[in-house]
């Protein structure tokens, strides 16, 4: 009888293992199905924002900062400011940006770990902040960075 019941507990187990293998290989499989129907979407996404997108946002201390973005499809990008009017008012920075959501983009600094948040609206890029909330003030039209 002892014989009998290893013998009944070692085929249970065998049993719960098969299916348990099972189980996760079909998740597994699920879950690579969902990430590559992501990246592809992605990928879409990330076209279609590639390209050069320029503007003039509004300043306090001097005429105008004159923006232009460059977004590569290789997760890359430039974004160059300059103070109109202001000597020695030329930045340029470029790193590598994530899709933060469809039509939200963060750029990312590799020197200075510096991040700037950008959504995509009908027109080009509108300067945000890291939730895609943009200025709603009279001035919501300065922030947009055209296609070029």
């Not at 249970?12 to 990246?39: D, G, P, Y």
């Not at 279609?48 to 946002?57: C, K, L, N, S, Y």
């Amino acid at each position: 009888m002892k014989k009998m019941n290893q013998i009944l507990a070692a085929a249970l187990l065998a049993c719960m293992a098969a299916c348990t293998s099972n189980q996760k290989k079909e998740a597994a499989t699920t879950e690579t199905t969902e990430t590559e129907a992501a990246t592809a979407v992605g990928d879409t996404t990330a076209l279609a924002m590639t390209g050069t997108f320029e503007g003039i946002f509004p300043a306090a201390s001097c005429e105008g900062i004159r923006a232009s973005l460059t977004i590569n499809a290789d997760s890359t990008y430039t974004y160059k400011r300059e103070y109109i009017g202001e000597k020695d008012g030329k930045y340029e920075s470029s790193g590598i940006y994530h899709l933060k959501a469809k039509d939200l983009i963060e750029l990312i600094t590799p020197s200075s770990g510096e991040k700037t948040y950008f959504k995509r609206v009908e027109t080009g890029f509108m300067l945000s902040d890291s939730l895609g909330t943009v200025n709603q003030g009279e001035l919501t039209g300065h922030y947009i960075l055209k296609r070029q």
